[in-house]
């Protein structure tokens, strides 16, 4: 009965992960780990490095699906991406020394009003619109905005798919599909650091645990991603928003009332 429920909680929390990586480049950790805690009774500690391993290889098949439809700035997302990590140690830092866990609910709130603005405001930017930006424009505003969401992440523990989303479609003037290729791209190496970080300082996950939830994360974000790269723009910014709004809601649920 107990192997039954786990494989029922890991399918959900993975198909759930899975989309929200593949469509809008959110974190699996978002997902994952309120619903590990929450019917699993796993540590929140481990139940975080399980989702930042299930986060790894959805980002990184996403990325690699994006890129194959050339919707992903690799040149930006290396350069935001280092200063990424880089802040996010700092943020770390700071954050042991100025507790900030009653920020962390944030980033749910963040994903629902980012659900609801791509719905009543999609993100219709061309890829012609977005390559007329400045090479000095998009170098400053990556290295910038890099420091602002590693910075973010670090202190508040969360948010950094959906950060990177927005500040990509709406203060670098992404096109939609490329600022979620883009987005996942970075997440690969971001959640890479934090599990590996997070097993070296913890104790041993739940092998079978992890397992199911990489796989079946996997297995939806390349669902999300193929269908995401084929769907037009309107339809896309639609999708992209409802699949925002249900994990939002879903995450508020768990931290708020199932608890």
């Not at 139940?47 to 299930?54: D, E, M, N, Q, T």
């Not at 919707?71 to 700092?90: A, C, E, P, Q, R």
């Not at 490329?178 to 104790?203: E, P, R």
């Not at 939002?248 to 649920?253: A, P």
């Amino acid at each position: 009965m107990d192997y039954i429920v786990t494989i029922i909680v890991t399918f959900f929390a993975g198909m759930g992960a899975g989309l929200g990586t593949g469509f809008a480049g959110m974190s699996a950790a978002a997902v994952i780990t309120p619903m590990l805690i929450t019917f699993l009774n796993i540590e929140p500690y481990t139940a975080v490095g399980i989702a930042l391993a299930s986060d790894v290889l959805a980002s990184a098949v996403s990325a690699f699906t994006y890129k194959k439809n050339k919707n992903l700035d690799i040149k930006n997302g290396l350069l935001m991406m280092s200063m990424v990590l880089l802040f996010t140690v700092v943020g770390s830092y700071v954050s042991s020394i100025v507790p900030a866990q009653t920020m962390g609910g944030l980033s749910t709130f963040m994903t629902l009003i980012l659900g609801i603005k791509f719905i009543a405001k999609p993100v219709m930017t061309t890829k012609q619109e977005m390559e007329s930006v400045s090479r000095k424009r998009k170098i400053t505003g990556s290295v910038v905005c890099g420091i602002f969401i590693g910075f973010i992440c670090g202190f508040v523990g969360a948010g950094g798919g959906m950060m990177m989303l927005l500040i990509l479609t709406s203060v670098l003037g992404y096109e939609l599909k490329t600022a979620v290729g883009t987005s996942v791209f970075i997440m690969t190496f971001t959640a890479l650091t934090g599990a590996i970080s997070h097993f070296s300082l913890g104790d041993s996950p739940d092998i079978t645990v992890m397992a199911l939830c990489i796989i079946f994360t996997f297995v939806w974000a390349r669902i999300a991603a193929r269908f995401a790269n084929k769907a037009k723009p309107q339809t896309l910014n639609r999708v992209v928003g409802v699949v925002l709004v249900v994990l939002g809601m879903v995450i508020l649920g768990f931290e708020y009332f199932i608890k």
